[in-house]
């Protein structure tokens, strides 16, 4: 390949850009995004679910009672 030097500039007749293998780097992203998501739910259910557990644990007895009558 022969460079042609225009006022100290290479002028290259090759594409620019990336190549064709860099998708395929992003898959690994996209599967890791979603085990994120699922994670961040997980933790979001666990936490309304110690919520309810405490709110059940110190109301329940009133809440039962209030229902028997």
Known sequence: MQFI??????????PVGTPAE???????KKKSNVW???????????????ILGFLGWQYGDQVL???SY
């Open 36 to 50: 994120v998501i699922v994670a961040v739910v997980l933790v979001l259910l666990c936490c309304c679910c110690a």
């Open 65 to 67: 009672q209030q229902i």
């Open 22 to 28: 860099y998708p395929s780097l992003e898959t690994p």
């Open 5 to 14: 030097y225009h006022k100290g500039e290479k002028i290259m007749n090759e």
